[in-house]
């Protein structure tokens, strides 16, 4: 079964290898890839041992290699979906490869241990009168810890630059659907779970009959599908923003300060000014009805640079563009409700949402009720009065 599992899983990464490789440009490539090829070689686990001793011990030598490097190719693909600049892989991501030089001395060490040495060390007990195997397997206890705590540090990187990514969305669209990344945190759930069960098989296996290497195939395998799938649909969000965007303040509007935008040449005046011409198109000539507004978008209509339009919304209007632009749609759309026979997603499509759901989540955030209770709510109220 594992074999099968492991046949299965490299499959899928090549398929998502070729499809990604035709997609996107080369230094983006690097990092999805990397990814990958380490799901690529932890997957041959399933066929590789047990097999003839001299392949086992090349690829049990190589093993921490490949775990230490999954975590940075997972963050810096992060970081090349979430960045508004192309990704490079330059000079500053080298030192995310510390590693590499003496995890290769310790797989040249471990390579060159005889192979009874190598099965006592990682398939028997090591014998007491071998001081140099106990140097090894304390080693390699080391280099387990090293890993599960770099990796966690990933991880967690990983998790708050998804949110404070999902914070910026908001600067920049009023629909952020299929770009929130809300798959990453799944994802890393995953992973996390994926280390638990196979920590727990590699220490307790022989202790209950849930605990096997079958079962790290299986995750392993669901893993590698929903990377792939989700990692060959996600588009970059530079697939989203002009090539000579501005650098926009990240801060969200809630924690605004009176010394965030202390260097910013825009007045208190200018700002006013740009708030009365939004709140205009948004009166007279109803732009947030488009359901593919943005930042930029509105940049260009008005005439004023990206930079000063999100330091009006957060300092002026003290909000998002997302928030005032979907504030002033669940307005419109509660009109339609109640003045037009209209159905709920129609409403929708009419003030501007792309999706059903979205619209749901904006409506019941501005009124704390679903589109048909308050519909239902203040046809009540008409009849009573």
Not at 70 to 92: D, M, N, Q, R
Not at 277 to 295: A, H, P, Q, T, Y
Not at 364 to 378: D, G, H, L, R, V
Request: glycine residues 4%; hydrophobic residues 45%; aromatic residues 16%.
């Amino acid at each position: 079964m594992s074999v099968l599992l492991s046949a299965m899983t490299l499959s899928i990464v090549a398929f998502a290898m070729s499809l990604v490789m035709a997609k996107y440009a080369r230094n983006q490539n690097i990092p999805f890839i990397g990814c990958l090829l380490c799901v690529m070689f932890f997957s041959l686990g399933g066929v590789v041992l047990g097999q003839e001793d001299l392949v086992t011990q090349i690829y049990i030598s190589l093993l921490p290699l490949a775990f230490y490097a999954f975590s940075p190719f997972l963050w810096l693909y992060h970081k090349a979906i979430t960045s508004e600049v192309p990704f490079v892989f330059g000079k500053s991501e080298i030192r995310h490869w510390w590693f590499v030089l003496p995890l290769s001395i310790y797989a040249v060490l471990l390579l060159a241990l005889p192979r009874s040495d190598f099965q006592a060390l990682f398939f028997g007990e090591v014998s007491a009168d071998k001081a140099y195997l106990q140097w090894y397997a304390l080693t390699f206890f080391v280099v387990l810890i090293g890993w599960l705590i770099s990796s966690l540090v990933y991880l967690k990187r990983i998790w708050n630059n998804t949110i404070r990514y999902r914070r910026y969305l908001k600067v920049l669209f009023s629909d952020v659907s299929g770009r929130s990344l809300y798959w990453i945190e799944w994802l890393t759930l995953l992973i996390l779970l994926i280390w638990g069960y196979s920590l727990t098989v590699l220490f307790f296996e022989k202790s209950h009959d849930l605990l096997s290497s079958t079962g790290v195939s299986l995750l392993l395998f669901v893993f590698s599908w929903l990377f792939a799938r989700w990692g060959v649909q996600q588009q970059p969000l530079t697939n989203y923003v002009p090539k000579n965007l501005e650098t926009i303040d990240q801060t969200p509007a809630t924690e605004f300060t009176e010394s965030k935008y202390e260097r910013s040449a825009l007045t208190e005046e200018d700002a006013n000014r740009i708030a009365k011409k939004i709140e205009r198109v948004g009166i007279e000539e109803r732009l947030f009805l488009d359901s593919d507004l943005s930042l930029f978008k509105l940049s260009e209509h008005l005439g004023v640079s990206t930079q000063y339009l999100s330091q009006t919304f957060s300092q002026n209007l003290k909000t998002t563009f997302f928030d005032y632009v979907n504030r002033a749609r669940v307005s419109v759309a509660k009109d339609r409700l109640l003045n037009s026979d209209s159905s709920v997603l129609d409403v929708a499509m009419e003030a501007g949402f792309n999706a059903r759901s979205s619209f749901y989540k904006a409506f019941k955030q501005e009124t704390s009720m679903t589109p048909s209770e308050f519909k239902q709510a203040n046809m009540s109220k008409n009849k009573l009065s």
